[in-house]
Every structure is written in C-alpha cells, then in structure tokens.
C-alpha cells in the first residue's frame, strides 16, 4: 500500500504519462512503472531525471551519481555519468524517445506497435534497459498495483485522447 504522499507523487506522475502516450504512443503503464521503480515513487529524481537516463549528448546537464549495476550476478556501486533535464515532463519526453526511436528497442518497438502487447514489450525491452535479471517482473508487480491501475485510468478520463 503507498503512502499519501507517494500516491500524489504517483498521479502527478500518471499524468505526465498519459500526456506522453498521446503524442508517442508509449503505453503510460511502462513509463509510470519505471518511473515507480527507478525513481523510488518519485523520491529520487536528481536533476529532473526519474529514469536513470545516462549522459547522451546534446543533453540538457550532465550529473555524477552513485548507481547499482548486477555485474556478474553481483549488485556493484559504479559511479556513472546522467543526463539532467530541465523538467520532468522533458524527462518523461527522453524517456519516451528512447524507446520509440532508439536502436536498441526497435525490434521491440515495432512488435509492440503490431500487437499491443505490453507484458512481451516490457519482457523484451527489460534486459535491453536495465541490468538486473528481476527487472521485468518487478515492472509487471508494480503495474499489478490497484494504486498504479486507478492512476492510470484517472489520468486517462482528464487527459483528452
């Protein structure tokens, strides 16, 4: 059960989700999800940047932080370089970008397009995206959640299509 203020953390977050799956098309059930997850329920969210994007270039600041990467089936600290971004719905945006454009989701990307699938899209993006082994599952618990499912639909019926 989420706490108060992470449910308004959560609906804050559902809605820039839902504004982002109307003008890509990325299903706001994986963006909030990650956000859930990478961002600890949007406690975590240093220079604007709830996903854990790495520094790209172009990009709007670079920050060093601390991140845990399974290496070897070992969870190891690294200090790695993040992108910042000037708002959150600029990082939603990135966020976005990444997985409709970007090289290494293309083939997910357009399977997901055909079929609608989201538990297969996230299954083939989360090993892709991230490093722990867990990381797909852990994204289809979160979006399990009655929390996360009445969010979502909120944000859905205020947010024309």
Known sequence: MLSPDQNQRLK??????????????????????????????????????????????????????????VINGVRTPVIEKFATFPTLDACFAKHANLFTTGKPYAQAWAAYRLSHDLHTFICEIAHVYATDPNYANILLQILAMPEVKMALAAARATIPA
């Open 12 to 69: 804050s977050a559902a809605q820039s989700a839902v504004a982002c799956e109307r003008a890509t098309d990325l299903p706001a059930e994986l963006t909030v999800a990650q956000w859930a997850l990478e961002s600890n329920w949007g406690t975590h969210q240093p220079g604007n940047n709830c996903f854990g994007i790495k520094a790209y270039e172009g990009c709007y600041g670079v920050q060093l932080l601390q991140s845990t990467e």
